[in-house]
């Protein structure tokens, strides 16, 4: 008769392996983006939920899976779907201690704006007719005087360094 049939894989197994598929990425890679040594291997092993060489059922420590799901930016409520509560709590702490660690935003250059905020800055700039060349001089000389200002308020010199100390 033939081999026992395999089990199917978890829940939280399959829901790694669709998200990485759906990035764009092989197990090898998305092992290489974790902060825990980790191989493509082993990703595999468990995403099948089984490894063929033993013959035994796989099922992901709560860190690993919190670490698999992090690098893929699957979020904890989306995890907490497949009822592994134990790799949600883990997950969430990553989420509490990125959170804490994210400086507040600054303003983005141009070209990390939405699409809609850059049509909105580049429409101001065509009320009045001017040519590309202008248009461009003048987001340089609006971003320089931004950058001078930001740098008076914090006490900096435009070259970094702090303003007020002359050298010895």
Known sequence: MGSPATPPPPAEATLIRLVREAAGLSPEAAAAK?????????????ERGFRADTQTEVIAPAGTL???AWVLGISA??????????AVRILRELERA????TPPAEAAPLGQLEEWQQKVILNALDEKPRSP??????????????????????GETPDGKPAGRSAS
């Open 77 to 86: 409520d989306r995890l907490a779907e497949t009822g592994r509560e134990d």
């Open 66 to 68: 919190a670490h698999m």
């Open 34 to 46: 974790m902060e825990i040594k980790f191989s493509g291997s082993r990703w595999r092993q468990i």
């Open 133 to 154: 060349q202008e248009k461009a001089l003048l987001l340089r000389t609006l971003a320089s005087q931004i950058e001078r200002a930001g740098n008076e308020e914090s």
């Open 98 to 101: 990125e959170a804490a660690a």
